[in-house]
T-cell receptor, first 111, second 114 residues
Framework: GENVEQHPSTLSVQEGDSAVIKCTYS??????FPWYKQELGKRPQLIID?????GEKKDQRIAVTLNKTAKHFSLHITETQPEDSAVYFC??????????FGKGTTLSVSS | EAGVAQSPRYKIIEKRQSVAFWCNPI?????LYWYQQILGQGPKLLIQ????????DSQLPKDRFSAERLKGVDSTLKIQPAKLEDSAVYLC????????????FGSGTRLTVV
């Protein structure tokens, strides 16, 4: 089965700084790479995803980059804001299988 | 589009009691998932349904957990008997089909076993 690791487990930044979270996976057949955001007491929500035929995807302040050779992908958040504070999960998988979530990264943005 | 509905939102039971959770997926979504999220951890897959058939239940503790999805729509997850370590949020999610990328979670049921 898929082994997923996220680093770091916690990340504290000042408002306006950038934040980067890395996810490594073991299944070379994985072809879908999403990032979910979970605020305290709420459900996980998809914020950005990328498929294996694309190396990078951006959506305003967030971006995801993929290195399939090295089997890792990263979430980049620029110009962080207090509302970015949450737990972020990566969940790489292959089509037809359920998402397997990492242990999460707690991001704290202080103003 | 209505979201994934779950009930109840909260449940407190004593150990060794039984409990059931209900999930109604987004209309037309053939694939349904149950996840267990223990405080401070990522969601852990318990079971995946495709219509009313089980695709993956390899991590479901079958000695105490059971799940069904009658008629390929609503689903029920049951725990009997409950243990203290079952305290968690139980999340239901659905997607159009197993090949669909990304899916929608319900609000979850927070279970406390005392």
């Amino acid at each position: 089965g898929e082994n997923v690791e996220q680093h770091p487990s916690t990340l504290s930044v000042q408002e306006g700084d950038s934040a980067v979270i890395k996810c490594t996976y073991s299944d070379s057949a994985s072809n879908y790479f999403p990032w979910y955001k979970q605020e305290l007491g709420k459900r996980p929500q998809l914020i950005i995803d990328i498929r294996s035929n694309v190396g990078e995807k951006k959506d305003q302040r967030i971006a995801v980059t993929l290195n399939k050779t090295a089997k890792h992908f990263s979430l980049h958040i620029t110009e962080t804001q207090p509302e970015d504070s949450a737990v972020y999960f990566c969940a790489p998988n292959r089509a037809g299988t359920a998402l397997i979530f990492g242990k999460g990264t707690t991001l704290s943005v202080s103003s | 589009e209505a979201g994934v509905a779950q009930s109840p939102r909260y449940k407190i039971i004593e150990k060794r009691q039984s409990v059931a959770f209900w999930c109604n997926p987004i209309s037309g979504h053939a694939t349904l998932y149950w996840y267990q999220q223990i405080l401070g951890q990522g969601p852990k897959l318990l079971i995946q349904f495709q219509n009313n058939g089980v695709v993956d239940d390899s991590q479901l503790p079958k000695d105490r957990f059971s799940a069904e999805r009658l008629k390929g729509v609503d689903s029920t997850l049951k725990i009997q008997p409950a243990k203290l370590e079952d305290s968690a949020v139980y999340l239901c999610a659905s997607s159009l089909d197993p090949g669909a990328y990304g899916y929608t979670f319900g609000s979850g049921t927070r279970l406390t076993v005392v």
